[in-house]
C-alpha cells in the first residue's frame, strides 16, 4: 500500500530498525545522566546551606506535604526539580523519536499506537492536575 | 529523628543496595524501595510509592540503554504492549494516588504490597522466569502488526528468527503489570517478562531488554500522577533516584557467577521479610 506524496509507505528493515536502538539508547543514556547531575546538585547545595531540618515530610494532612514546605531551600528543590522534569521527559522524548523514525517511514499504525502513548501520558498530566 | 545528611547517606545507602540487586536479578529496586521507606523511615506509604516509581524511571533507561546497543530490544512489541502497560500504569498511580487513602487505603496498599512481594519470593526462588520459551500457536495480530522478530547473532551462536503469538493475552498481562506498577511504585517487569516469555514466544534475553525499556514508560505513566499531585518529594526522590541508579550501574558491569544464586537468596530473604512486616502493617498488628 502506498501513500501520497513522494515517500511510499514501507516498513523499516532490521538495519534501521537497530539504528533506532541506538540513537534510542544514547537518547536515554543522555538523558538519565543530565537528570542525575541536576539531582545530585541539588542535593549538594542542600547539604552545603543550611538544608531544611529533615528530608522528611511532615506535612499537617496524614504525611503528605505541600509545595511551601520545601521553599526554604528554593535552589536544592529546583535544581532538584529540573533533574526530575528532565527524567520524566526521558522516556517521553523517546516515544517522540520513536514516533518520527516510524512517521518517515510511513508505518502509519505505529506512529499511532506511540501517539497512543503519549496520549496516555498527557492523560496522566491531567489527571495529576485537575483530580 | 535523623538529621538531613543522615537522612540523605542513609537513603543513599539503602537505595544504591536496592539498585544493585535488583540489576543482578534483572528487577527494579521497587520492591525494597518501597518497604524501606515505608518501615524504616516512616514515610507515608504513597510518598513512599511516588518516590520509587521516579528511581524506577532512572534505572529503566540505564538498563535499556545498555540493551539497546546490543540490538536486544524488540522495538515494535515493546510499544505495542506499551499501550497497555501504560494505561495500567495511570490506573494504578490514581488508584494509589487518589482512592486508596487515609488509613484503609493505606492498609490495603501494604497487603496488596506484601502479596505482590511473596509472588516475587516465589518466582525469584524457584526461577520460574527462566523458564523454556515454546512457540506459540499462530497468531493474525501477531502478523498484523509485524511482531515476528529475530534474535541478534552472538559469538557463540547464530540469529534465531522467532514467531510472537497470543498478542490479546500479552496485552493483558502487560495491563496487569502496568496496574501494578503505579500501585506500588515497582517496574512491573517481574510480570512483563514471563508474559513476553512465557505467553507471547519472545526468547528470554530480548523480553527482558524489551521490558526494561517498556518499564520507563509505565513508571512515567504513574509518576505523572503523582508529580503533578504534589506526592513527590523533592529531596527524598533524589537520593534515592541517584542511589538506584548508582548501584544498578555497579551491579551490570559486576558479573559474578559464583553468588547468583547467593543474591537471589537475599533477595527472597528481604522480600519476605518485607512483606511479612507490610502485612503486619496492613491488618493493624502493628503501627507506624
Known amino acids: 500500500m502506498t501513500g501520497l506524496g513522494s515517500n511510499p509507505r514501507r516498513t523499516l528493515n532490521s538495519a534501521e530498525l537497530s539504528r533506532l536502538s541506538e540513537r534510542l539508547g544514547l537518547l536515554l543514556r543522555v538523558g538519565v545522566l543530565l537528570s542525575a547531575a541536576f539531582l545530585v546538585a541539588g542535593m549538594l547545595v542542600a547539604a552545603s546551606s543550611s538544608g531544611p531540618a529533615s528530608v522528611f515530610p511532615t506535612g499537617s494532612t496524614g ?43 510511513r508505518e502509519n499504525d505505529y506512529v499511532l499506537v506511540l501517539l497512543t502513548v503519549l496520549g496516555i501520558l498527557a492523560a496522566s498530566v491531567l489527571v495529576g492536575l485537575f483530580l | 529523628m535523623l538529621g538531613f545528611l543522615e537522612s540523605i547517606v542513609a537513603l543513599l545507602l539503602i537505595a544504591v543496595g536496592a539498585g544493585f540487586l535488583g540489576s543482578m536479578l534483572g528487577l527494579g529496586g521497587g520492591l525494597v524501595i518501597v518497604p524501606a521507606l515505608v518501615l524504616l523511615f516512616g514515610v507515608d506509604v504513597h510518598l513512599a510509592v511516588a518516590t520509587s516509581l521516579v528511581s524506577v524511571i532512572a534505572t529503566s533507561a540505564g538498563s535499556a540503554s545498555r540493551y539497546a546497543g546490543q540490538g536486544l530490544l524488540h522495538l515494535r512489541l515493546g510499544f505495542f504492549l506499551e499501550v497497555a502497560t501504560a494505561l495500567g500504569g495511570l490506573l494504578g498511580a490514581v488508584l494509589t494516588a487518589l482512592v486508596l487513602v487515609g488509613s484503609t487505603g493505606d492498609n490495603i496498599l501494604f497487603v496488596v504490597f506484601a502479596v505482590v512481594a511473596i509472588s516475587a519470593a516465589v518466582l525469584i ?164
Do not use: N
Not at chain 1, 517521553?92 to 518517515?104: D, K, N, P, Q, Y
Not at chain 2, 512483563?192 to 517498556?214: E, I, N
Open chain 2, 125 to 288: 526462588a524457584r526461577d520460574l522466569r527462566r523458564g523454556g520459551v515454546a512457540t506459540p500457536p499462530a497468531d493474525p495480530l501477531a502478523d498484523r502488526w509485524r511482531l515476528h522478530a529475530t534474535l541478534p547473532a552472538t559469538p557463540t551462536s547464530p540469529e534465531r528468527p522467532f514467531r510472537v503469538g497470543r498478542v490479546k493475552q500479552g496485552m493483558g498481562l502487560s495491563f496487569v503489570a502496568g496496574v501494578a506498577s503505579g500501585l506500588l511504585g515497582i517496574g512491573g517487569g517481574l510480570y512483563k517478562v514471563p508474559a513476553m516469555t512465557g505467553v507471547m514466544g519472545v526468547p528470554m534475553k530480548m523480553a527482558s531488554a524489551t521490558s526494561s525499556m517498556m518499564i520507563g514508560v509505565t513508571a512515567t505513566a504513574g509518576a505523572l500522577v503523582f508529580l503533578f499531585q504534589g506526592d513527590v518529594v523533592p529531596l527524598l526522590t533524589a537520593p534515592v533516584a541517584v542511589g538506584t541508579l548508582t548501584g544498578s550501574f555497579v551491579g551490570t558491569r559486576i558479573h559474578t557467577t559464583a553468588s547468583s544464586s547467593t543474591l537471589r537468596l537475599i533477595f527472597v530473604g528481604v522480600l519476605i521479610a518485607a512483606a511479612v512486616l507490610m502485612v503486619l502493617r496492613g491488618l493493624g498488628v502493628t503501627s507506624a
Open chain 1, 63 to 105: 504525611g503528605k506535604p505541600s509545595w511551601h514546605e520545601f521553599t526554604d531551600d528554593g535552589a536544592a528543590v529546583g535544581l532538584v526539580l529540573v533533574g526530575l522534569i528532565l527524567l520524566v521527559a526521558t522516556p517521553i522524548a523517546r516515544v517522540v523519536l520513536s514516533a518520527e523514525t516510524f512517521a518517515a517511514a
